[in-house]
């Protein structure tokens, strides 16, 4: 596609945390706005009304938008509206819904809704009425919005949401601002100022605002929200017409691009997009530093079935099939990775459209791997993300992928010397690099978002993001039941016999005899291998090599006890899963400091974390970067 450009770059985007706490004064000044009736806002803006406690009723015009974080529990009563390209109708359940500061803010804007046919403006009213009458809408909110009622308005209820995993999530003080709004230009903190000059400051908070905020959501500019640009619609028009064309196959849209161009953003708003039309949707993981379903350093294959109105961290699950390579970067073993990839796409059964997402890693090798990685999955389409005036890479064309040499596979060109060769081992070449040009429509789309092309401050984000991600899924050991936390020193381990699983190290060589010592205190994958594990005696099974084989999910081992020969480890893995577990994979990804370092309950010296550490020693330097540091393995493993 040939290129286009877009409107002129917009204002970077503001900060994702809001600096100071607000006074008790200012809350009840909240509750009085949120417990007043409808707004009735002179430039014909949004209206709002309290419907119950924590429950707010939305009215919605014709075209209308609301650009928000925060996060509630959305359900359309009357009309229909879109939410990061999914729709949502008055006949569907309610949806979760996550707009925090890390991301670009959520939109939801009106659609065209589908009336009956024959149906009258006062049947149209009765219907409205009644849907809220039927979800517990107070009758003055009802009376108050219908007021306000329009043939082609949408009725929307707002509900507060908390939920075991964002209160764990929050639970953690860099992580307690997640769902606030942007702050201010200026920078530094908001000072807490007194109740009567924080109604001067805030004069532009309105009863409207009082009333979304009683929800747990905030309205803030459309500039925070997703920018689309003009080659994003192209693309996103041809792909789902491909999608729902029943005559030209399943397709397999493989989105590539620099880091921080937006392709989790988008393959989210496709997903979505396609969901409005097909029961389910696969996605393929080959990002291992920023996964979607996913804690980090995974390659996995999932079947999705329900909207992505969230990050990562808000909807983790068990994928069809996943393999954890254990870094999140594939720099150090690339064939492996492409191993790893393959083995997981064989699970694919090409019976719905397939989704693939790709790593940052468009440079020098990188580039190269991306090449085997195209010619391995034979996609249809090919998704290339790139910004104006910041050339990360070349166009991969069908011609320019068909000549190339990968880092494994070889392009037409080299093909015809290889009968040459006398002697010498062969690449790894899924295709052989030889035969007819690939077959695949490439779309090129330009992002328009501040900060494009930025991967100086992706590089920042993303370790925030695999926390996020982590702390997600350890979210899930929480109680389902609205309760108080639990840390997780508190909660039941499972106990495993050495002989009952293996053992591997996956970033680095480690002595047999300093195993135990990396595995405490450490995240692990939960894996299946297809052999039984055989060992010698009580001692613990040590592999030699690195196996490609299911993973069933993570967990902490939190101790290791040397006498009774168990493991203990912490897991949110069903009972029925962890049977099958035969096999520990320790890699490079660590646990959050957070969770170490921010032990509720603990007293006195914090296990595991010391701050008396000889950086000299070498391997310490990653660990010093991240301010953290590991405690000498001289304590009991109980």
Known sequence: ??????????????????????????????????????????????????????????????QQTLTFTGKCRLRCLYGAVRLLGFAVASHQPALPVFSPATHCALTLETLPPARPPGADLRQLRAAARAAMRAHGVRRHARVKAMARFAPDCALVLLEHLDTPVTRYLLSHPPLSRLFEPPVSPAPGPVPALPFSQQRKEESNFTPEDAVLASVGIVKCSAEHGL??????????????????????GVPLILVCGPKNTGKSTFNRYLINLLLNRLPSVEYLECDIGQTEFTPPGC?????????????????????????????????????????????????????????VNTMGWVKGEGLLLLIDLIRLLCPSHIVQMDVY???????????????????????KQQAKCRQMRASGAEPWSPSEGAGDAPEYKLLYIHPEF????????????SSILRDAAILGYLGQLQCPD????????????????????????????????????????????????????????????????????DCLGFGIVRGVDMEKKLYHVLTPVPVEKLR?????????VAIPNCVLVGQQGVQGEIPYVTSDYNYSIMGSGKLRKKHFKRREFDCDYT
Not at 232 to 247: G, K, P, R, S, Y
Not at 488 to 514: C, E, G, K
Not at 580 to 588: K, P, W, Y
Request: proline share 9%.
């Open 299 to 355: 390659v996995s294959l999932s079947h999705v079935t329900e909207p992505l109105l969230g990050p990562p961290f808000t909807h983790q699950q068990a994928p069809r099939r996943m393999v954890y390579y254990g870094l999140t970067s594939c720099e150090q073993d690339t064939e492996r990775y492409l191993d790893v990839v393959k083995s997981v796409f064989n699970s694919y059964k090409k019976e719905v459209p397939l989704v």
């Open 227 to 248: 920018l689309v640009s003009e080659s994003m619609v192209l693309a996103l028009e041809e792909l789902i017409q491909a999608c729902c064309a029943e005559d030209e």
């Open 580 to 588: 099958l577990v035969n096999c520990l994979l320790l890699g490079s």
């Open 389 to 411: 005036d910041w050339k990360a890479m070349v166009p991969l064309s069908p011609d320019y992928v068909h000549l190339t040499a990968g880092l494994y596979t070889k392009g």
């Open 450 to 461: 501040p900060r494009a092309g930025a991967a100086g401050e992706a590089r920042v984000h």
């Open 482 to 549: 609205v309760g108080a936390l639990l840390p997780l020193h508190s909660l039941l381990p499972y106990q495993v016999p050495f002989r009952a699983v293996a053992l591997r190290v996956i970033h680095t060589d480690v002595a047999p005899n300093n195993t135990l010592y990396a595995l405490n205190a450490s995240w692990v994958g939960l894996c299946h291998m297809p052999d039984e594990v055989q060992g010698q005696g009580e001692a613990p099974v040590l592999l030699t090599q690195t196996p490609v084989c």
């Open 1 to 62: 596609m040939p290129a286009r450009r877009g409107p002129p770059a917009r204002r970077p985007r503001r900060g994702s945390s809001r600096g100071g706490r607000v006074e008790a004064a200012w809350k009840e000044f909240v509750a009085s706005f949120a417990r007043a009736s409808m707004v009735p806002p002179a430039d014909g803006g949004l209206a709002a009304v309290e419907a119950a406690e924590g429950a707010a009723v939305l009215l919605l015009a014709p």
